[in-house]
């Protein structure tokens, strides 16, 4: 677990390596000692955490209904400290969602203690996708990753993830980037392959393999950090595109085709 303690709030990060590297997030007000909880699915050392630090959760907000983010919710809904509590979808995951739950679109704002959290619809990897915006924070879910994007195997569609990484590549460059699961080393490897010649690909790589040797993460990643290596937020940046043009001389190089392309290499 790693803790991050700003100016009137704090975040916590646990990796979860026995489901997909996921990562769930605690959120609290240092004031009132309200908490939200990001994506849960494990609920004991949330839990753990929460009565260790006096916090009392006062949401579950999940940046999307599938299941390795959402399966934590009725566990920490139903423990007495959070009563009143609720769970904090989109609309869109309404039919998914089988915890007591209240909507959120874009736009919204989310109080929690004397803290508000932004709501940024952002569909892609799915139509429900959000992300949540906290200080100089960007809880993206799984629609980017370190050097990565969401994937659109489940209920995707691509374009719509076109659109929503256009919207977060607006975001300042010094705004920490907080991912749903960490596939940062087969990220880094398909952007060396993408763009050979990028040293801060080769740089980012360096730096992960050796705090993973030290048993820590290169993380969290920043906006600005992700625009130098990251190919699904350099779909109009020369290098990228001519290497495309060169594999598929065919191609069509609008940002939205050369993205779609990217993604389909991935796959
Ligand atoms: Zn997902």
Not at 228 to 237: A, E, G, H, L, S
């Amino acid at each position: 677990m790693d803790i991050y303690n700003e100016s009137g709030y704090g975040i916590a990060r646990i990796r979860i390596e026995e489901s997909d590297n996921n990562y769930n997030y605690i959120v609290w007000c240092t004031e009132t000692r309200e908490c939200a909880v990001i994506d849960p699915i494990d609920p004991i050392t949330i839990l753990n955490f929460v009565r260790d630090n006096g916090l009392m959760v006062k949401y579950v907000i999940n940046t999307h209904c599938h299941p390795d983010h959402i399966s934590g919710n009725d566990p920490i809904l139903k423990v007495s400290l959070s009563l009143i509590s609720k769970a904090l979808i989109h609309p869109l995951g309404e039919e998914l969602i089988g915890t007591r739950y209240d909507t959120v679109d874009d736009g919204d704002v989310i109080s929690v203690g004397n803290q508000e959290i932004k709501v940024m619809h952002t569909p892609g990897h799915c139509p429900e996708h959000i992300s949540l915006i906290l200080g100089k924070n960007v809880f993206v879910g799984d629609t980017l990753f370190l050097s990565g994007c969401g994937n659109t195997k489940f209920r995707g569609v691509v374009e719509d993830l076109y659109q929503s990484i256009s919207k977060l590549r607006e975001l300042p460059d010094d705004y920490r980037m907080f991912v749903g699961h960490d596939y940062a080393e087969a990220n880094l490897k398909f952007a060396m392959n993408i763009e050979p010649g990028n040293k801060d690909a080769k740089k980012k790589f360096d730096e992960i393999k050796k705090a993973a040797s030290e048993n820590k993460e290169a993380l969290p990643t920043t906006i600005g950090e992700e625009k130098k290596y990251n190919p699904f937020m350099r779909y109009d940046v020369k290098e990228v595109v001519d290497e495309l043009k060169n594999r598929n001389p065919d191609l069509d190089t609008s940002p939205g085709s050369v993205f779609k392309e990217l993604r389909e290499l991935k796959n």
